[in-house]
């Protein structure tokens, strides 16, 4: 388990360093993502010494949200003054985001590779 | 005057006095914010849980509204609770990284389905942020609000910086980014089923795209590989959006 969290975060403070220091708009966990994944591929035994910890803070994801989403409390007089437009424009944009993603994704897998995947049964 | 002061006052005097300094101690130490969130996550996940996983008993939204309350009911304030919290939010970039090892399992997949996926990213994302944008402006939301609302698809930490490069509020954004996950996390079964989308591919990736880490996390629930794809799209949402949403939402805005 420590290999593995080191491992995780060697990766992410390398994302944030070549982040910084080539000034690019990405976050630095997104790029120690990418160098992980790129390692995988070419040393794929490094696989099951990282799985189990990968997978036990990925099925813990959730809650890694709550304390960004307690912070509702500094807002709630913004939140408040402006309720309708911002829950009308949360529900809809992530609906129309959703669905549009999925339609999207299934019109391109039909047209582009019909018998890549099943597909709907 | 209170020489006759009983003992059993004094006692219960001197105990009270312990009790606030007890309150005193917790409420300035990390380790009372850091317990209560996990015992409040704890206690959320296990109704989930008993729910048989309803997509309406979101564990992340029934937390925070426990947690808020309370904040609310002891006056602690969130930057007080949040030096406790830290620590769990902290692990969100150890665990954007770890994302890599599903994507790694799934890449065979992944490699196949590289257009239909970059085409859902492009749109999907767009779409999201188009809707927030023009819903906000029509509903006469103001400028910095509009300008929180636009990154709020994309994970915690990258829409902050959206949102504070476009002249949003980045603790705001933090919060509708919660709001948005959890509101796709509770649609995606009833829109995508609506939509007939069945294969756990695109549901996953659908879910990644517009709801991140929290439908991502409802993913994992449903199948590893849902919640692989859901991963990907939500890191690959992340990518595209960092670049191109400070344009393109920096320009819509300079309109209204």
């Known amino acids: ?121 | 005057m209170n020489e006759g002061l009983p003992l059993v006052d004094a006692v219960s005097g001197v105990a009270a006095g312990r009790l606030a300094d007890v309150w005193v101690y917790l409420s300035a130490s990390p380790l009372l914010g850091l317990t209560v969130t996990l015992l409040v996550y704890h206690g959320a996940f296990v109704a989930y849980r008993r729910s048989g996983f309803h997509p309406l008993a979101n564990p992340v939204a029934l937390s925070v509204i426990v947690l808020g309350a309370l904040l609310w009911a002891t006056r602690t304030p969130y930057a007080t609770y949040f030096e406790g919290a830290q620590f769990v939010h902290f692990l969100l970039g150890p665990a954007t990284v770890a994302l890599s090892v599903p994507l790694f399992e799934q890449l065979a997949r992944v490699k196949r389905l590289w257009l239909p996926m970059a085409g859902a990213l492009v749109v999907g994302t767009l779409a999201a942020t188009v809707t927030a944008i023009g819903v906000g402006w029509a509903l006469g939301a103001s400028k910095a609000t509009i300008a929180s609302l636009a990154p709020k698809s994309v994970t915690a930490p990258v829409a902050m910086g959206i949102a504070e490069k476009i002249g949003g509020l980045p603790t705001l954004t933090a919060v509708l980014v919660v709001c948005t996950g959890i509101l796709g996390a509770a649609s995606a079964r009833y829109v995508l089923d609506a939509l007939r989308i069945q294969d756990p591919t695109v549901r996953g990736f659908a879910l990644g795209t517009a709801a991140h880490g929290i439908g991502t996390a409802r993913a994992f629930l449903v199948s590893e590989e849902m919640g692989a794809f859901a991963g990907l799209a939500m890191g690959l949402t992340a990518l595209f959006s960092a670049v191109a949403l400070p344009l393109v939402a920096g320009w819509l805005l300079n309109w209204i």
């Open chain 1, 1 to 121: 388990m420590i290999p593995a969290l080191a491992t995780l975060l060697v990766f992410q403070l390398v994302g944030e360093a070549l982040v910084r220091t080539l000034a690019v708009p990405v976050p630095g966990p997104v790029v120690g993502m990418a160098l992980l994944l790129l390692t995988l591929v070419l040393r794929p035994a490094l696989l099951a010494a990282i799985k189990p910890t990968a997978q036990t803070l990925l099925q813990h994801l959730s809650l890694l949200f709550v304390p960004a989403g307690v912070g509702v409390m500094l807002h709630l007089q913004r939140l408040g003054d402006e309720a309708f437009a911002i829950g009308v424009a949360l529900v809809l944009s992530t609906l129309v985001g959703l669905a549009s993603a999925a339609l999207t994704m299934a019109w391109l897998m039909k047209r582009v590779a019909p018998s890549a995947d099943k597909g709907a049964p």
